[in-house]
Nanobody
Framework: QVHLTESGGGLMQAGDSLRLSCAASGGTFSSYSMGWFRQTPGKEREFVASITWAGSTTFYEDSVKGRFTISRDNAKNTVYLQMNSLKPEDTAVYYC????????????????WGQGTQVTVSS
């Protein structure tokens, strides 16, 4: 199975843009649907965006629609999350996750997780 490694997090200001990357190794990346989730201390991990294995269909949580874009490059074994117009409420640890099934918004449906990358947005 694949191993996932996120990168690209950092300290940003409101209104900034940031692109997260999630590199996969050790498996057939193109076989997996991928998702991005985020979590803040004391809260449940929440869905951000997901993409089918071929990249033909994407899904977004309502609060990020129009600001975030998920994409993937199967030749590079990488999934991306482009985040524009960042807000302080976007502050969280962001995780990428993989599933052999169709992408959903439920964390429990994903079998493989990365270690997370911190995104902090100041006002």
């Amino acid at each position: 199975q694949v191993h996932l490694t996120e990168s690209g997090g950092g300290l940003m200001q409101a209104g900034d843009s940031l692109r997260l990357s999630c590199a996969a190794s050790g498996g057939t990346f193109s076989s997996y649907s991928m998702g991005w989730f985020r979590q803040t201390p004391g809260k449940e991990r929440e869905f951000v965006a997901s993409i089918t294995w071929a990249g033909s269909t994407t899904f977004y949580e309502d609060s990020v629609k129009g600001r975030f874009t998920i994409s993937r490059d199967n030749a590079k074994n990488t999934v991306y999350l482009q985040m524009n117009s960042l807000k302080p409420e976007d502050t969280a640890v962001y995780y990428c996750a993989a599933t052999y099934s169709r992408p959903t918004s439920a964390p429990e449906d994903y079998e493989i997780w990365g270690q997370g990358t911190q995104v902090t947005v100041s006002s």
